[in-house]
C-alpha cells in the first residue's frame, strides 16, 4: 500500500520564478491538504482539496495557488517567489468523510529554497 | 482564530527521567493530534485525541485530552535517546472542512 508521495525531493529556485509541487495521497484517500513548514517552525495549513476544488485556505497570498485531478493527486503552484517562500513543504491526504476520526497521512516533503 | 500554544519549546532531559509537554488551544475543537518529527523528516502520527478525558498510551510516550480546559499533554515516561526529536500538537478547526492548526513545536533532546 503505497503511502503518500511528493516530487521532487529538493528543489532550487530564483526569486521572482514560478514552481510546482506535486502529490500523490495515499492509496483510497480523496482530500490532500498542503502545508508550508519553514525552518525551525510548525507547518502551517495553505490550502485543503476535495472533489478537485479548494476547500479550506490558510492565510496564503494569491501567489500560492492548488489543483486536484480525478485521480486525487494534487499540485501546488507558488508564483513570483520570494526568499521567504524557502522552506519544506508538506502534503498530507486523508478521507474526507471518515468520521469521527480525521486522520491525516503525511508524505515526505519537498525542499524548496529560493535565492 | 484559533491559536495553539505549546510549552515548553525546548527540552532537555536526562535518560530515565520523566517529564510532560503541554499544549494548550484557543477554541473548541473535536480532534487534537500528536506528531513527532526527526530532523529533515516529515511528519509521524502518534496520537488523535478525539473526546474529553482520552488517554492513549504508546511505548513510553503517553496523551491526554480535557477539552473543558482546552489542554493536552504529551508524557513522556523514562525517556530514552530515541525520543530526541520535534513533538507538535496539531488542532482541527471544523469549518465545513477541517483545517489542521499546528503548535510551534517542542524540541526534546534526551541526553545518554
Known amino acids: 500500500d503505497a503511502g503518500v508521495t511528493q516530487s521532487p525531493t529538493h528543489l532550487i529556485k530564483t526569486r521572482g520564478q514560478q514552481v510546482t509541487l506535486r502529490c500523490s495521497p495515499k492509496?483510497?484517500?480523496?482530500?490532500v491538504s498542503w502545508y508550508q513548514q519553514a525552518l525551525g517552525q510548525g507547518p502551517q495549513f495553505i490550502f485543503q482539496y476535495y472533489e478537485e476544488e479548494e476547500r479550506q485556505r490558510g492565510n496564503f497570498p494569491d501567489r500560492f495557488s492548488g489543483h486536484q485531478f480525478p485521480n486525487y493527486s494534487s499540485e501546488l503552484n507558488v508564483n513570483a517567489l520570494l526568499l521567504g517562500d524557502s522552506a519544506l513543504y508538506l502534503c498530507?491526504?486523508?478521507?474526507?468523510?471518515?468520521?469521527?476520526?480525521?486522520?491525516?497521512?503525511f508524505g515526505p516533503g519537498t525542499r524548496l529554497t529560493v535565492t | 482564530e484559533l491559536k495553539v500554544e505549546q510549552n515548553p519549546l525546548f527540552l532537555s532531559m536526562q535518560e530515565g527521567k520523566n517529564y510532560t509537554i503541554y499544549c494548550n488551544y484557543s477554541t473548541t475543537s473535536d480532534r487534537l493530534y500528536w506528531y513527532r518529527q526527526d530532523p529533515g523528516k516529515s511528519l509521524e502520527s502518534l496520537f488523535v485525541?478525539?473526546?474529553?478525558?482520552a488517554v492513549k498510551q504508546e511505548g513510553r510516550l503517553m496523551a491526554s485530552l480535557d477539552t473543558k480546559a482546552r489542554l493536552s499533554t504529551l508524557h513522556i515516561t523514562a525517556a530514552v535517546h530515541d525520543l530526541s526529536a520535534t513533538y507538535f500538537c496539531?488542532?482541527?478547526?471544523?469549518?465545513?472542512?477541517?483545517?489542521?492548526?499546528f503548535g510551534a513545536g517542542t524540541r526534546l533532546f534526551v541526553k545518554a
Open positions: 485525541l478525539l473526546s474529553n478525558g
Open positions: 496539531a488542532v482541527d478547526l471544523n469549518t465545513g472542512g477541517f483545517k489542521t492548526i
Open positions: 498530507a491526504s486523508s478521507l474526507k468523510f471518515v468520521t469521527p476520526l480525521h486522520e491525516q497521512y
Open positions: 492509496s483510497g484517500h480523496d482530500t
